[in-house]
């Protein structure tokens, strides 16, 4: 089962910029559908943005889109998060997640088997 680790977190000001990288390890990355969700505090874990097994499909949450961008290097096993005009709704902790049996990407927690331990992202106003 591929692990995941999440970096590329920290503090920004608003209308700032991030890129957050979810690096596998233990299996091929390219054999799993990728998403990233957030957790803010004292709130339900929220999806992100998906990408498929070949990069070729991604899907976003409204709020964040054409503000956040999800790519995928098969080749470094790497999925990254561009977060740019970052605002202060957006401070959350961001996890990166994985499937084996999904092909394209998908908006919902419970489709994904396997999490990060996710990266801490505050925005300040």
């Known amino acids: 089962q591929v692990q995941l680790v999440e970096s590329g977190g920290g503090l920004v000001q608003a209308g700032g910029s991030l890129r957050l990288s979810c690096a596998a390890s233990g299996g091929t990355l390219s054999n799993y559908a990728m998403g990233w969700f957030r957790q803010a505090p004292g709130k339900g874990r929220q999806f992100v943005a998906a990408i498929s097994r070949s990069g070729g499909s991604t899907f976003y949450v409204e709020s964040v889109e054409g503000r956040f961008t999800i790519s995928r290097d098969n080749a470094k096993n790497t999925v990254y998060l561009q977060m740019s005009s970052l605002r202060p709704e957006d401070t959350a902790v961001y996890y990166c997640?994985?499937?084996?049996?999904?092909?394209?990407?998908?908006?919902?927690?419970?489709?994904?088997?396997?999490w990060g331990q996710g990266t801490q992202v505050t925005v300040s106003s």
């Open positions: 997640a994985a499937d084996p049996k999904l092909s394209g990407p998908a908006p919902v927690a419970n489709e994904y088997d396997v």
